[in-house]
Nanobody, 124 residues
Framework: QVQLVESGGGSVQAGGSLRLSCAGS????????MAWFRQVPGQVREGVAA???????TYADSVKDRFTISRDNAKDTLYLQMNSLKPANTAMYYC??????????????????WGQGTQVTVSS
């Protein structure tokens, strides 16, 4: 049974940094495509960053040069380093996984496994 557990969220002032983690269990982590999504209440869930099994990253335009996605297959953990945070980045952040190559890496329907989310709040 695939389990994804996010951590690392919290409250930070604009310009600050946070690192999110997503611990995977119950599956062969290294073979899965992984991604981070975020959602604000009342809005659609949007893709933030994704990384395939060989480590190739994809980013939403809004976070390029500020966010870095990485994975540690030895620890079965996905990371999202978020720098220069803005109030607009306030959202619930979710980890997602799919057992194989993903074509549209930042779209929700490509992923069939989700964590419960971790809240990120950025104040001005």
């Amino acid at each position: 049974q695939v389990q994804l557990v996010e951590s690392g969220g919290g409250s930070v002032q604009a310009g600050g940094s946070l690192r999110l983690s997503c611990a995977g269990s119950g599956f062969t982590f290294s073979t899965y495509a992984m991604a981070w999504f975020r959602q604000v209440p009342g809005q659609v869930r949007e893709g933030v960053a994704a990384v395939d099994s060989d480590g190739s990253p994809t980013y939403a335009d809004s976070v390029k040069d500020r966010f870095t996605i990485s994975r540690d297959n030895a620890k079965d953990t996905l990371y999202l380093q978020m720098n220069s945070l803005k109030p607009a980045n306030t959202a619930m952040y979710y980890c997602a996984a799919y057992p194989g190559p993903v074509i549209n890496r930042l779209t929700t329907w490509e992923y069939n496994n989700w964590g419960q989310g971790t809240q990120v709040t950025v104040s001005s």
